[in-house]
Nanobody
Framework: QLQASGGGLVQAGGSLRLSCAGSGRTSSTFYMGWFRQAPGKGREFVARIRWDGGITYYEDSVKGRFTISRDNAKNTVYLQMNTLKVEDTAVYYC????????????????WGKGTLVTVSS
């Protein structure tokens, strides 16, 4: 099970940090990632991190602004979002899988309930 938190309303240029805590069958050895879905649009990959935190990967539009990290002792993954833009407004979902987090999200084992991020102009 995954529980995401940290969403809210922020002005453009501001920052937010999302958290996603894993429990139950979600292990600290799982790959984890973040996706988002804006109103009227499909699910979009945001970032992913290898189980040991050694490798991260970002969608082009968030590179340099967002940072994904994890604390395996707490079984938690974070998404630090800086310099937020109006177009970052979306429901953000965390995901976990023992093998990988494909950019399509297909086949990912576990999904958390989303947390809404609203960026105002």
């Amino acid at each position: 099970q995954l529980q995401a938190s940290g969403g809210g309303l922020v002005q453009a240029g501001g920052s937010l940090r999302l958290s996603c805590a894993g429990s139950g069958r979600t292990s600290s050895t799982f790959y984890m990632g973040w996706f988002r879905q804006a109103p009227g649009k499909g699910r979009e990959f945001v970032a992913r991190i290898r189980w040991d935190g050694g490798i991260t990967y970002y969608e082009d539009s968030v590179k340099g602004r967002f940072t994904i990290s994890r604390d395996n002792a707490k079984n938690t993954v974070y998404l630090q979002m800086n310099t937020l833009k109006v177009e970052d407004t979306a429901v953000y979902y965390c995901a976990a899988d023992p093998v990988s987090i494909p950019m399509s999200g297909a086949g990912v084992r576990s999904w958390g309930k989303g947390t809404l991020v609203t960026v105002s102009s």
